[in-house]
C-alpha cells in the first residue's frame, strides 16, 4: 500500500500540484517539515561569502529525504534568486540514517536536520549593499504510511558587509557542519561481478567504527534494501552487497561517490574507481574472519591473567585449589561457577557497548573507562582489595563465596568471576584490539560470541586447573606460605590503583585525582577500622559498605565536571589555532602547519614517511621552524572552517608559510627532501 502512496505523490509533485491542495488533500492543511532558510553571518564579506542552510524540523512521526532518498521518496530541489553578485553552491546533505518499510529502503531524517550551502559574494559588491535572498524549496515529508509534498518560499535578507559573525550562530553552524560527511581522502575501489558490489575503503584498524552503511550517490550501484555485510581486511572496510540494476557495468560506470557512515550522523564522502577487491564475505571469508578474532579473543583473555588487575585474583582462586584437596565435583563446579561468572559479564558489557554504539554513541571497549566516575568507583574497588589481600580487614565473599552461602561456594565463585571480568578491563593486553574492532563490525551473534570468548579465555586457566588434576597436584601443599603470599598479591593491585588514579588525573587533572586519591585514603581508615573491629569478634560490615557507597557518591560529585586544557607542546610543535598562527606570521617565523586524522592513511604515510623522520626534525629545528598541527580525527568546527578557507574539504593538507609570505601548499604525498627543501 505505502508504494502506491508515494507513487502517487511523488507524481503530484512532479505535475506541479500547488502545496496548499496537496497538504489539504494528504496532511490537513498544515506543513509536516517545518523549514527555515537561516545564515551564518547577515553581512556576509565580498570576495569571500558565508554558509546558508535550510533548517528543516519534521514533526513527531515524520520524515524528509536525502539526496538520493532510495527506494521511495524525493530530494530537495530548490530555484533561486540571487541578486547579481551572488552565487550558491551545491546543497550539502548531512548523514542520513536508513529507514527500511514494507521492504523498502529509504535514507532519511526522522529528526531535526539542516542541509548547507556556500553563498558567495563577488569581489565588487559595495560594502552596504542589500542581498536579497529567495528560495523556492520542495521536499516530501512522510510517515510509514503517507508522504506529502510540501515547498516554502523562503528568504534572506542580508546586506554585505565585514562577515562578521555572532557565537550563537556559529555555534548552531559548527553543529550543522558536523554532522556533513567528511572527505575520506584515500581513494576506495570497487568491482561489480556476479550481481554484487563489493567495495574496498581505505580505514585504519585502529578507527572506530559502528552501524556501517554505504549511502551510494549514483542511481542504480546498489540495491538500497539489501542486507550489507562489512568486515575489517587489516587497514580497509570490506563492504559486499547486491548491485543494482544497470550496475553490473563497472567499466561504464568508471568512478562513483558514496557516504559511508560509520556512527550517528558520523561518516566520510569517498571516491571510488574500479579495480580488483577482494570478497568481503564469500562464506568462508567472513567464517574466517569470526574465527580468527574469536581466536584473538581467547588468546587475549587467556593474557589478562598476568596483568596486574587480575593475577591476584587468580592467585587467591588457585590457593582456594590448593585448599579444596582432592574433592573433583566440589572443585569443578565452582570452576564452572566461576567460569559462567566471568562470560557473563563480558556479555554485559559487550551488549552494552553494542546497544549504546547502535543508539549513536561512540564508544569502545572499556568504553565505561571514558566516565572519570567509573574510574573512580573501580580506583575505590581496587584499593578495597588489595587492603583486604594486605589483610586490613577480611572480606570473606570476596576470598572465596563462603559468604554468599552456596553450597561448595558456587554462588561466591560466580561472583569472583563477575569481579575478575570487571577488574580486567582497566587492562588491555596483545590481541585484543583486533577482536574488538572485529566484534563491532560483524553481525550480532558472531559479536557477542567475541565477547564470550574473551571471559573464556580469561576464565580458561582456573578451568585447567580444575579440571586437570595433574596440573592441580603441582600446586604447593597448603601452608604458612600462603597467608604470606596473599600479602604479595596485594603488591600489583596497589600498582593497578596508582594507574587508575594517573588515568583520573588524565581525565579530569591535578584536582580529580587529588579527590581520587583522597577518597582511597579515606575509604582505606574506613576499612582499618572494620579489621580492627572484625579483630575482636565485632560486625560494621554493613555500616562500611553503606559509607563507602556515600564516600563514592559525594567524591563522584566533587570531581571537576571537565577535562584540562590541552597544553601545547612546545614551541616547535604546537596544535592548531587560528590566532596562534596569526602571531607566528606577524612575527617572521616559518611555519609548517599539517591537517591530519586518525583515519587517513594517506596522512599517517606521510607523517612515518617524511614528517617524523630525524632528518626532517633536525632540518626544521636549525631553522626555527614551528610545526603546527591540527587533528581532525574528530570532527573540529575551526578547523572545518580552515580547511574550507583553503579551498580543501577534507585532509591531508600540508601548508608552508615562509617568513612574510602567503601559504604554499604540499603536495599530498609528501619525502623527507620535499620538507628539507622548503629550507633552500
Known amino acids: 500500500m505505502r508504494i502506491f502512496q508515494v507513487i502517487f505523490m511523488t507524481l503530484a509533485l512532479l505535475a506541479g500540484l500547488s502545496t496548499a491542495a496537496a497538504q489539504s488533500a494528504f496532511g490537513g492543511g498544515t506543513a509536516h517539515i517545518a523549514a527555515q532558510l537561516d545564515s551564518e553571518s547577515d553581512s556576509p564579506a565580498p570576495g569571500k561569502g558565508t554558509t546558508i542552510a535550510f533548517a528543516m524540523v519534521p514533526e513527531a512521526g515524520w520524515h524528509g529525504y536525502w539526496e538520493n532518498p532510495g527506494d521511495a521518496g524525493l530530494g530537495m530541489t530548490v530555484d533561486w534568486t540571487l541578486p547579481k553578485g551572488v552565487t550558491v553552491g551545491a546543497l550539502r546533505y548531512p548523514v542520513p540514517e536508513t529507514l527500511l518499510i514494507s521492504g523498502l529502503m529509504n535514507h532519511v531524517y526522522e529528526g531535526p536536520y539542516a542541509v548547507l550551502a556556500d553563498l558567495k559574494v563577488a569581489t565588487d559588491i559595495a560594502p552596504g549593499t542589500r542581498l536579497p535572498v529567495r528560495a523556492k524549496a520542495q521536499w516530501l515529508a512522510c510517515t510509514d504510511k503517507v508522504c506529502v509534498p510540501e515547498s516554502g518560499e523562503l528568504t534572506l535578507d542580508l546586506i554585505a558587509g565585514d562577515g562578521s559573525v555572532a557565537s550563537a550562530e556559529r555555534a548552531r553552524f559548527d553543529g550543522w557542519r558536523g554532522h556533513l560527511p567528511r572527505p575520506l581522502g584515500s581513494e576506495a575501489t570497487y568491482a561489480l561481478k556476479d550481481g554484487k558490489l563489493r567495495l574496498s575503503v581505505p580505514f585504519p584498524a585502529s578507527a572506530q567504527a559502528h552501524d556501517v552503511h554505504l549511502f551510494a550517490l549514483a542511481e542504480g550501484l546498489l540495491r538500497y534494501a539489501a542486507p550489507q555485510r562489512v568486515t575489517r581486511d587489516g587497514d580497509r572496510l570490506l563492504v559486499e552487497t547486491d548491485a543494482g540494476e544497470g550496475g553490473q557495468d563497472q ?379 591540527g587533528d581532525w580525527t574528530n570532527a573540529d568546527p575551526a578547523i572545518t572552517r580552515f580547511l574550507e578557507s583553503q579551498g580543501r574539504s577534507g585532509v591531508p593538507l600540508y601548508l608552508w608559510y615562509a617568513p612574510g609570505k602567503e601559504a604554499q601548499t604540499l603536495p599530498q604525498l609528501l619525502t623527507p627532501a620535499t620538507l628539507t627543501g622548503l629550507l633552500r
Open 251 to 629: 567499466t561504464a560506470r568508471g568512478t562513483v561517490q558514496a557516504v559511508l557512515r560509520t556512527g550517528d550522523h558520523v561518516g566520510f564522502l569517498l571516491t571510488a574507481r574500479p579495480g580488483e577487491v577482494a570478497s568481503a564475505s564469500g562464506g568462508g571469508g567472513q567464517w574466517r574472519a569470526i574465527l580468527a578474532a574469536l581466536g584473538g579473543a581467547i588468546l587475549g583473555g587467556l593474557l589478562l591473567n598476568i596483568m596486574p588487575c587480575v593475577f591476584p585474583i587468580l592467585g587467591l582462586k588457585a590457593m582456594k585449589l590448593a585448599k579444596a584437596g582432592g574433592d573433583e565435583r566440589s572443585v569443578r563446579r565452582e570452576a564452572l561457577a566461576y567460569t559462567l561468572g566471568v562470560i557473563l559479564t563480558c556479555l554485559a558489557l559487550g551488549g552494552l557497548l553494542l546497544a549504546l554504539r547502535t543508539a549513536g554513541s561512540a564508544v569502545g571497549w572499556a568504553f565505561q573507562l571514558q566516565d572519570p566516575r567509573i574510574i573512580l568507583a573501580l580506583l575505590l574497588l581496587v584499593t578495597a582489595i588489595a587492603f583486604n589481600l594486605a589483610g586490613l580487614f577480611e572480606l570473606r565473599a570476596y576470598g572465596g563465596g563462603e559468604g554468599l552461602v552456596g553450597k561448595g561456594g558456587v554462588v561466591g565463585s560466580f561472583w569472583t568471576g563477575a569481579l575478575v571480568a570487571f577488574v580486567a578491563t582497566p587492562c588491555t593486553g596483545p590481541f585484543m584490539a583486533a577482536a574488538m574492532g572485529a566484534a563491532l563490525l560483524l553481525p550480532l551473534p558472531a559479536a557477542l560470541a567475541i565477547f564470550a570468548g574473551l571471559g573464556l579465555g580469561l576464565a580458561l586457566p582456573f578451568l585447567l586447573l580444575a579440571f586437570i588434576p595433574a596440573l592441580r597436584n603441582r600446586l604447593p601443599k597448603p601452608g604458612g606460605w600462603m597467608g604470606k603470599f596473599q600479602k604479595i598479591l596485594a603488591i600489583p593491585m596497589f600498582l593497578t590503583g596508582l594507574g587508575l588514579a594517573w588515568l583520573l588525573g588524565q581525565q579530569r587533572g591535578v584536582p580529580g585525582m587529588t579527590i581520587g586519591l583522597g577518597a582511597a585514603l579515606l575509604l582505606a581508615l574506613l576499612l582499618w577500622w572494620l579489621g580492627g573491629r572484625q579483630r575482636i569478634g565485632k560486625g560494621g560490615g554493613i555500616v562500611a559498605a553503606i559509607a563507602a557507597i556515600a564516600l563514592l557518591a559525594g567524591a563522584s560529585v566533587a570531581l571537576p565536571t571537565s577535562a584540562p586544557a590541552v597544553s601545547k607542546n612546545s614551541d616547535e610543535i604546537v596544535h592548531f589555532d587560528v590566532q596562534k598562527l596569526g602571531e607566528l606570521r606577524a612575527a617572521k617565523k616559518p611555519v609548517f602547519l599539517y591537517f591530519t586524522a586518525d583515519w587517513c592513511l594517506t596522512c599517517k604515510a606521510n607523517e612515518a614517511a617524511a614528517i617524523d623522520r630525524a632528518e626532517t626534525r633536525a632540518a626544521f629545528e636549525k631553522a626555527g621552524v614551528t610545526v603546527m598541527v
